[in-house]
C-alpha cells in the first residue's frame, strides 16, 4: 500500500448521518443519506443509493448517481450519471468545460448551473493572461465590424436558468 494515498471517507447504504461539516483531503463517497452538509473535499461521489439533502460542498470533482437537493456545490468538474436526481440546486463551475450530464439525468425544481472565475472554484493566474491579437479579414487589413480585441468570454459571469419542470 502507498503512503501517498490520500485518506478516503465512506458512508454506507442504510446510514443517515445528520450535520456533517468538516474538510477531507482525499474523497468521500456516500451511499446512505447526509443531510445539512458543509463540506470540502478532494473528490466527492453520491451513489445510486446515495441522498444527500441541504448545504454547500466544494471539491474537485463531485460525481452524482443518486439524489440531491437544495445543496450548492462549487467545482470545476461534475458528473451527472443516469441515475441522478438534482433539484433544487446550485452547481458553481470554475470554468465554461469540466460538466458532464448523462441524458438520462433527471432534474426537478430550480436548478441553477452558472460559470465564474470569481467564485469559490479555483482561479487561474490573472498575470499569465495574453491580451489576444487583433483578427485580419482576410488581407492585411483588419475587419472594421470585428472588435479589435476579442473578449474572452470565460472571464466573464455566465449563468444559466433552466427551467426544467417538475
Given at each position: 500500500m502507498s503512503d501517498s494515498k490520500q485518506p478516503e471517507g465512506f458512508i454506507p447504504?442504510?446510514?443517515?448521518v445528520d450535520n456533517l461539516c468538516g474538510t477531507l483531503e482525499g474523497s468521500l463517497t456516500i451511499a446512505g443519506e447526509v443531510e445539512h452538509v458543509e463540506l470540502q473535499a478532494g473528490q466527492l461521489c453520491v451513489t445510486e443509493t446515495g441522498v444527500m439533502k441541504d448545504g454547500q460542498v466544494e471539491a474537485t470533482s463531485i460525481i452524482i448517481d443518486g439524489s440531491v437537493s437544495g445543496v450548492t456545490f462549487t467545482t470545476p468538474r461534475l458528473s451527472a450519471g443516469a441515475g441522478a436526481r438534482i433539484s433544487d440546486c446550485v452547481i458553481e463551475m470554475g470554468s465554461p468545460t469540466g460538466c458532464a450530464i448523462h441524458e438520462d439525468a433527471h432534474f426537478e425544481g430550480d436548478v441553477r448551473i452558472s460559470v465564474s472565475r470569481k467564485g469559490g472554484a479555483r482561479k487561474a493566474d490573472a498575470s499569465k493572461v495574453e491580451p489576444q491579437a487583433s483578427i485580419p479579414a482576410g488581407d492585411d487589413e483588419p475587419d472594421p465590424h470585428w472588435p479589435s480585441q476579442t473578449p474572452d468570454i470565460s472571464e466573464a459571469?455566465?449563468?444559466?436558468?433552466?427551467?426544467?419542470?417538475?
Amino acid at each position: 500500500m502507498s503512503d501517498s494515498k490520500q485518506p478516503e471517507g465512506f458512508i454506507p447504504s442504510g446510514l443517515v448521518v445528520d450535520n456533517l461539516c468538516g474538510t477531507l483531503e482525499g474523497s468521500l463517497t456516500i451511499a446512505g443519506e447526509v443531510e445539512h452538509v458543509e463540506l470540502q473535499a478532494g473528490q466527492l461521489c453520491v451513489t445510486e443509493t446515495g441522498v444527500m439533502k441541504d448545504g454547500q460542498v466544494e471539491a474537485t470533482s463531485i460525481i452524482i448517481d443518486g439524489s440531491v437537493s437544495g445543496v450548492t456545490f462549487t467545482t470545476p468538474r461534475l458528473s451527472a450519471g443516469a441515475g441522478a436526481r438534482i433539484s433544487d440546486c446550485v452547481i458553481e463551475m470554475g470554468s465554461p468545460t469540466g460538466c458532464a450530464i448523462h441524458e438520462d439525468a433527471h432534474f426537478e425544481g430550480d436548478v441553477r448551473i452558472s460559470v465564474s472565475r470569481k467564485g469559490g472554484a479555483r482561479k487561474a493566474d490573472a498575470s499569465k493572461v495574453e491580451p489576444q491579437a487583433s483578427i485580419p479579414a482576410g488581407d492585411d487589413e483588419p475587419d472594421p465590424h470585428w472588435p479589435s480585441q476579442t473578449p474572452d468570454i470565460s472571464e466573464a459571469d455566465q449563468d444559466a436558468d433552466i427551467p426544467l419542470g417538475g
